[in-house]
């Protein structure tokens, strides 16, 4: 469904809380002067807060919004559960969302992703986020500062690495699976089938009836 | 004539993406009640409807505006705004539903294009006739209940466009006017402009599965790795005779994309993408999709548009629903 990320996940799970926490804060400083639009439509919603859990991270994150603000900061073991919402799912997941590659509605019809809590909250940040064009390798590279454009070159090798390598192994993926493709025809099929099942339930219905019939008919004798 | 190509946005970033993915027209609406996508975070402001419009028409697109929630009692003022809005926005055609709004855009505005909502739910001859002769209307956006020769059969007789839906939700044919999400909301869908509020909508983990729920109700229940669906009244699972079934419609989309000859040679001026409240990669996808299918059939060509639509579908299920009506 989305492509998996296991080097940016493995990154991240090693950076220590405090180093991520500062990270986090920097980024959220960069994203604000980078996209204003971002800012102000997230300032234009109703006071909320939500909490961004990628499963395969020992990290969670909190988006809290509303009345001309947004910020976004690393949560601590001690943090209470979320007040509003909460969105789970793989860091790769997450990320398409967050750069609008990935349909969110997608994710929710096959659970890749979990919502819990107000759905308003969690509607309006995913709404508001779709509305701009985000490239976490460039919000990242933005970091670097006068180093900005080695650190996008680099970025976009290592990209190009894992982009091959995802496709080799989606590759794989598919021969292994190719008896797996679901047809388009299979739910007109089992449209078809279910309609069967159905004919051949009341037919069987039927002749219960006229089996049972008979039966008594025979008991009593009666023709 | 190509088939004209009619795709949703629900936020300027959708807008483009649907132009660039190849639509010939984008719909979109205003940031409040007046139509009938009205989710928080989604829709337009005046400037970003100007700006959608600017940048459509400079690549030789169209953008047309919603406004086809019906007026709530005594406060029609954000329709009438909508629509002066959109007029002064250069909008190439606005799409309206209620009567009231109708004759305030032919009077205001008799030179602005008007189309039929599908929420007009307008079916048959006789009313398409009446909304045609009395206000003028240029395009019927026909109900999702009719059958391809039926669709047909309109065509030959209404004199007006007509624009029908080709991928999408589908919903119990009663084209937002459903009274269950009233019932258990309080929120009415034709005035507030959203069938499942999502301020009423939560879900609930209960270890084994996730449970869905509109106000007090619970709508569904999905075990792990079960297809979910949308947490509308319609799409809820009820239990009767101690079965949890679908009643009213199970989680499918509906997709039209291999009879698109068939709704060419009935006439139809425009196909409509529905989903103005899902994201810009769902618009990307749906829309290349369709661009693709429609080039292919003005080629005349006989290769198979791939179709990896599934996965964008709710319940990653697809029907031609009352186009072939299938069930019968």
């Known amino acids: ?223 | 004539m190509s088939l004209e190509l009619v795709c949703p946005a629900g936020t300027p970033a959708a807008l483009r993406a649907a132009i660039d993915a190849g639509a010939d027209t984008v719909y979109c609406g205003f940031r409040d009640c007046t139509n009938a996508r009205n989710y928080p975070g989604l829709n337009f402001d005046v400037r970003e409807m100007a700006e959608g419009v600017e940048y459509a028409h400079r690549h030789g697109r169209k953008v047309l505006a919603a406004v086809n929630t019906f007026p709530r009692a005594g406060d029609p003022a954000p329709w009438h705004a909508a629509i002066d809005n959109a007029a002064a926005a250069g909008i190439d055609a606005v799409i309206l539903a209620d009567l009231g709004v109708l004759d305030y855009a032919q009077r205001r505005h008799p030179e602005l294009r008007r189309h039929l909502s599908v929420q007009a739910s307008a079916s048959n001859e006789l009313s398409i006739a009446f909304y045609r002769d009395r206000f003028d209307i240029k395009r019927v956006v026909l109900p999702r209940v009719l059958s391809v020769e039926q669709v047909a059969a309109l065509v030959r007789r209404i004199g007006i466009e007509t624009e029908v839906f080709a991928f999408g939700s589908v919903g119990p044919m009663s084209e937002g006017r459903c009274f269950l999400s009233s019932y258990i909301t309080g929120l009415s869908p034709t005035t507030e402009g959203a069938c499942a509020p999502a301020s009423h909508v939560s879900y609930r983990d209960d270890g084994a599965s996730t449970l869905s729920r509109l106000g007090d109700v619970t709508l569904n229940r999905f075990r792990q790795g079960e297809p979910a669906a949308y947490p509308t009244p319609c799409k809820g699972r009820y239990v009767t005779h101690g079965r949890a079934t679908y009643l009213f419609e199970e989680p499918v989309a509906l997709n039209a994309i291999d009879i698109l000859g068939d709704l060419k040679a009935a006439g139809v001026t425009a196909l409509k993408i529905e989903g103005r409240q899902r994201s810009r990669a769902y618009v990307t996808e749906v829309v290349s999709s369709f661009r693709k299918a429609i080039d292919a059939l003005e080629r005349g060509s006989n290769e198979a548009v791939a179709n990896k639509l599934a996965s964008v579908a709710e319940g990653q299920r697809e029907t031609t629903g009352a186009y072939r009506k299938g069930w019968r």
Not at chain 1, 65 to 91: C, F, K, W
Request: hydrophobic share 45%; aromatic share 4%; charged share 30%.
């Open chain 1, 1 to 223: 469904m989305h492509d998996s990320h296991p080097l940016a996940s493995a990154a991240l799970s090693m950076v220590p809380s405090p180093v991520l926490a500062r990270m986090v804060a920097l980024l959220t400083r960069i994203m604000r002067r980078r996209h204003p639009h971002l800012v102000e439509n997230f300032g234009r919603l109703d006071h909320g807060i939500i909490h961004i859990e990628p499963t395969d991270l020992p990290h969670r994150f909190e988006i809290e919004y509303g009345a001309g603000q947004m910020d976004v900061r690393l949560l601590t073991e001690d943090d209470p559960p979320p007040p509003d919402a909460r969105i789970r799912g793989s860091l790769a997941a997450l990320i398409a969302l967050l750069e609008g590659r990935i349909d969110s509605d997608a994710l929710f019809f096959t659970r890749d992703i979990e919502i819990t809590g107000s759905t308003e909250v969690s509607v309006a940040v995913r709404n508001t986020l779709d509305r701009e064009e985000i490239v976490m390798r460039d919000e990242i590279a933005a970091l670097f500062g006068p180093f900005e454009r080695p650190a996008r070159r680099i970025g976009r090798r290592l990209d190009r690495v894992i982009g091959l390598a995802r496709t080799q192994v989606a590759t794989l993926h598919a021969k292994l699976h190719e008896a797996n493709v679901p047809s388009r025809d299979l739910a007109a099929e089992c449209d078809e089938l279910r309609a069967e099942v159905k004919a051949l339930k009341t037919r069987l219905a039927k002749m219960d009836v006229r089996q049972m019939r008979t039966a008594g008919n025979a008991a009593t004798g009666a023709p």
